[in-house]
């Protein structure tokens, strides 16, 4: 019976391996912070604190004089607000408006419930999750910029720009437009020096996510009275 039972735990902590691989291979393949290691860690982990968890009560039930009461979910459930600390540590803030990880920190949350739900006996719903969290990370968002809202099939991109000639900023916006770069946010500042007078703008634009950077790098330097030109996709 013993030897059963530590198959059993054993084939658990096996498919949580497995499917937690799945889902750090996704992360790996995209070079995240949280790969290949990190998931499989955190899958295999919550699968065992989840077994420890739910078969401690029938391995020490009490006896006559010593009454042991146990919940066989207190220590998985812990799992879940203890995993919050891993995942917010990969979120990063890179502008006033720019935040990234998010998807990663979700990721290292599902990679915990797949081990919980490995642990608590649930194969097929764990499975099913893998498989519907890698088409919801993978296929889905590329479903979208076909199919999607107009809003969905656009990327963004940064332009920085200095004009030597002040009347042409007008002139640059309009261009721009004409060549369908919707323009989100503009800034605009004086730079001065020795010998002259320049203007730099900042753009953030949405274009179609299938043009090419190099495309509207093109149309940007080819404007009239730009001097210099970068480009940043965000």
């Known amino acids: 019976m013993e030897s059963f039972i530590d198959v059993y735990i054993l084939m658990k902590l ?8 799945i889902i750090g291979l996704e992360r790996e393949l995209k070079r995240k ?3 290949l290691k990190t998931c499989l860690v955190i899958s295999i982990v919550s699968c065992l604190l989840t077994i420890v968890s ?19 979910l207190r220590l998985a459930a812990q799992i879940v607000s203890g995993i919050g600390f891993l995942g917010a540590g990969v979120i990063l803030r890179r502008g006033n408006d720019s935040i990234s990880g998010l998807t990663t920190a ?12 490995v642990g608590a006996g649930f194969y097929v719903e764990a499975t099913a999750g893998v498989i519907l ?9 590329h479903l979208f910029k076909y199919f999607g809202p107009k809003q969905l099939r656009a990327k963004e991109l940064k332009i920085k720009m200095t004009l030597s000639e002040k009347d042409k900023i007008v002139q640059v916006i309009n261009k721009l ?12 500042k004086d730079l001065k020096n020795e010998n002259n007078k320049t203007h730099l703008l900042e ?10 950077t190099t495309d509207v790098y093109y149309v940007v330097s080819e ?3 730009v001097e210099n030109v970068e480009i940043e996709g965000l």
């Open 14 to 21: 096996v498919i949580s391996a497995v499917l937690g691989m």
């Open 33 to 35: 912070p949280v790969g």
């Open 54 to 72: 739910s078969e401690s009560p029938y391995i020490f039930p009490g006896d006559d004089q010593v009454n042991i009461t146990m919940d066989p």
């Open 106 to 117: 979700a990721i290292i949350w599902g990679a915990a419930g797949i081990g919980i739900a």
């Open 133 to 141: 969290l890698i088409l919801s990370v993978e296929i889905i968002p």
């Open 177 to 188: 437009k004409e060549n369908k770069i919707s323009i989100e946010h503009i800034h605009i």
């Open 203 to 212: 753009f953030i634009v949405t274009v179609d996510y299938r043009r090419r």
């Open 223 to 225: 404007l009239p009275s």
